[in-house]
């Protein structure tokens, strides 16, 4: 058996060629994502006709990620930040003049818009979640698209972490209350009445999601009240009481798009009224349940397109034509167009026309079991063409640490795969998707039972037979970053290298550091699970369980890799950890690039990365890498 064709870094990093179409409201457009001048930005195309396409941003310093069509069609809303530092600003783009410039709509210094929604027969405003007042508290506004001009509707009181506005100018809060609950209020000319108080320890990132009705009378959210799992209610905003809209028997609601709005929502929605029509859910594989009879056609319909898992979607307003894109593990991404009147449908773009599905790795669900008996939800990753037996094996550790790994596309796990590594991603406790009980199973466990899981699931892979005990990295980014300095200083012989990628060596540090806004909603995660760095004895704890503390039983290879713009995990995390390991003569690799933040976006400095990390890994386990390099 041999290595499959050797994808070069570059060709797994390089950006899309085509990249998250969306249909324009009248259904005439797309626009979507492409390179200009090596950067993603935002282009327009005509469905009906072989015009060419036009770019309608001109970012040149970085990708441009999110954006969406306004419901007046003239009109395309951006974000982006300055160089990582996620202060967001947003953007308008005025489609019926070429020559206009991009207008920032929210031209303040030091500010961030935190989420921006189009209100529902209101096409010519745009809500914005703003914090040029105070920074570390983000009020509602409204601004008009045409003018700029911003009207605030609501000023936070300094506990409120969302807003909503309902249609007839009704606005309700989310924040916490003094005991650390989740609290839903109505916002009444300054002052905030209660509707429904959430057990905050039962949702460390909050209600997700929430989402107003059409008519204002309710909101649609996950809810995990008196029960394990988290299922879509209906929420009386005039009584405060739930009743279920629809659940899954043993999936939980996927809340990933509340977190990371790059990610499809969990609520599908009708694009002209925005009644509710779908609902995903997402165990080893998604699970969509249409809830709406017409929607419930297209998605019979559109789930002939693919092998894949459907990803975003978006219809015109009539509900006819549709594009959509798919999840898949070794062919991302790919984008459909869709007429429900007339069946016609046709394949917009593959991303990534360079990588061959047949030479890139399945992606295979397993589970393992932990010393304790929990089942831990996991993905492993075989190279194709080899033996899987006695491998070099990187155990991927995932950030959050409330988030989850999920069957889909990853260039990393493509790329050690091509080189010849397995590649393990274990669901620890503490990830999210799989009821509360396994989230709240992490409460003061990091370096402990969390750590334990990553250790258990290593030796999994070596009882099967996949990894060779002797060869196995671990890799992470932010918690998982953590996680890789946990590895090899509390378990320094179980591997052969590390990669710490943005992330945390000092818990009470990185609590100290966290932006302002941040800090008011910590208490029923970074708080509740690892401590309050304020408390002498839960600062103790903290360090006890810092890999900056133990920084003398480093031996392990270590490769650390930084953003200097990076507001989440400082600079510091990084260089102090450095600093101590030179002043003791160990071996380690430091890359930090000036231009990024939480992770590297920018391609050329992806590519450096991973080239470093290539040269790397097969220094220190043995797998192939670039032959030109």
């Known amino acids: 058996m041999a290595l499959p064709e050797f994808i070069s870094v570059e060709d797994f990093f390089k950006p899309p060629v085509s990249a998250a179409p969306s249909i324009s409201p009248d259904g005439t457009r797309i626009a979507y994502l492409a390179p200009r001048k090596d950067r993603l930005n935002v282009w327009v195309q ?12 001109a970012d040149e310093h970085r990708n441009v990620y999110n954006f969406r069509w306004t419901d007046d069609p003239r009109w395309l809303l951006y974000t982006q930040d300055n160089g990582g530092d996620e202060q967001w600003h947003l953007y308008r783009v005025d489609l019926d003049d070429p020559n206009a410039a ?69 606005v309700f809060g989310r924040g916490l209350t003094a005991t650390g609950d989740i609290e839903l209020s109505r916002w009444d000319a300054g002052t905030l009445h209660p509707i429904a108080v959430f057990d905050g320890a039962d949702y460390p990132m909050g209600v997700l999601p929430v989402r107003l009705t059409p008519d204002g009378t309710g909101v649609w959210l996950g809810s995990n009240r008196g029960t394990d799992r988290t299922r879509l209610v209906r929420l009386d905003l005039a009584t405060g009481q739930e009743s279920e809209a629809d659940s899954h028997p043993t999936f939980d609601l ?8 790059t990610l499809p929502s969990p609520l599908i929605l009708d694009r002209r009224t925005g009644a509710l029509i779908g609902a995903r859910y997402l165990g080893e594989r998604q699970v969509i349940h249409a809830l709406d009879p017409n929607f419930a056609a297209v998605l019979a319909n559109l789930q002939k397109l693919s092998e894949g898992d459907l990803a975003a979607v978006s219809a015109d307003r009539t509900g ?10 070794r062919d991302p991404e790919v984008a459909y167009y869709y007429d429900h009147s007339t069946g016609e449908s046709r394949l ?14 399945p992606m295979t669900p397993v589970t393992i079991p932990a010393r304790d008996g929990l089942s831990l939800p996991s993905y492993l990753t075989l190279p194709v063409g080899i033996e899987p037996s006695g491998l070099p094996m990187v155990l991927m550790v995932h950030g959050g640490p409330w988030l989850r790994d999920s069957w889909d596309f ?16 274990v669901n620890y406790r503490g990830s999210t998707g799989y009821g509360k009980a396994f989230v709240k199973a992490a409460i003061k466990q990091f370096a402990g039972e969390m750590h334990d899981d990553l250790i258990d699931a290593v030796q999994w892979a070596v009882d099967q037979g996949y990894a060779d005990p002797a060869r196995v990295a671990i890799f992470g980014g932010s918690y998982g970053g953590y996680s890789a300095l946990v590895g090899v200083t509390f378990t320094p012989d179980v591997f052969a290298a590390a990669i710490d990628y943005v992330g945390i060596s000092n818990l009470a540090n990185f609590l100290r550091t966290i932006p302002a806004y941040s800090k008011p909603h910590t208490a029923n995660n970074w708080q509740l699970f690892v401590g309050d760095p304020d408390d002498p004895a839960q600062e103790a704890d903290m360090l006890a369980r810092s890999p900056i503390t133990h920084v003398d039983r480093i031996h392990t290879p270590l490769l650390v890799v930084q953003g ?8 510091a995390e990084s260089d102090n950890l450095v600093e101590a390991l030179r002043q003791r003569g ?8 000036d231009n990024e933040g939480h992770g590297f976006a920018n391609p050329e400095n992806q590519i450096e990365l991973f080239h470093t990390i290539e040269r790397f890994l097969a220094r220190h386990l043995g797998g192939r890498e670039s032959p030109t390099r």
């Open 46 to 57: 005509d469905l009906d006709s072989d015009t060419e396409a036009r770019c309608v941003t």
């Open 410 to 425: 990853d260039p990393t796990v493509q790329l050690f795969a091509n080189r010849g590594y397995a590649v393990l991603q």
């Open 348 to 361: 917009l773009f593959r991303p990534f026309p360079q990588l061959n599905p047949e030479s890139l790795a």
């Open 254 to 261: 996927d809340t990933r798009g509340a977190v990371i709005p």
């Open 586 to 593: 160990a071996e380690v690799e430091y890359l930090v690039k």
């Open 102 to 170: 991009v207008l920032d709509l929210t031209p303040f210094p030091r500010t961030a818009v935190i989420d921006f929604e189009l209100p529902a027969g209101r096409p010519e405003k745009v809500l914005v979640q703003l914090n040029n007042r105070k920074v570390e508290a983000f009020d509602l506004c409204e601004i008009d698209l045409a003018t700029g001009g911003l009207t605030v509707l609501a000023e936070n009181p300094g506990h409120i972490g969302a807003w909503m506005c309902g249609p007839g100018g009704e």
């Open 564 to 571: 200097a713009n990076d507001i989440r995990v400082v600079r």
């Open 320 to 329: 006819q034509r549709w594009v959509v894109t798919f999840t898949h593990d």
